[in-house]
């Protein structure tokens, strides 16, 4: 019993040594010179991002202009008679 708590532990702490300098030489590198793979963009944005309830980054933001909402409502209205046809 003692040896698989001290290999999980070991896994862990192995895991955790791996992100801390993922995190560390993106951090150091800066936004020049390291580009994000695809597949760290999806896990960031897509997943991590919904895991937390965030919003993606690459989702449209929603505006709360006051053109937005006008032009919005409208289109809800119903149409004229002289519209109908």
């Known amino acids: 019993m003692l040896g698989v708590y001290l290999s999980v532990l070991m896994a862990e702490t192995c895991l955790s040594i791996m992100l801390t300098i993922s995190v560390l030489r993106l951090h150091h590198a800066g936004p020049d010179e390291t ?45 004229t008679p002289g519209q109908m046809n």
């Open 35 to 79: 580009e994000m793979s695809p597949m760290v963009r999806r896990l960031v944005f897509g997943w991590l991002a919904r895991l937390v309830g965030s919003a993606a980054g690459d989702r449209p933001r929603r505006t709360n202009n006051s053109a937005s909402c006008h032009s919005a409502a409208n289109k809800l209205t119903s149409p």
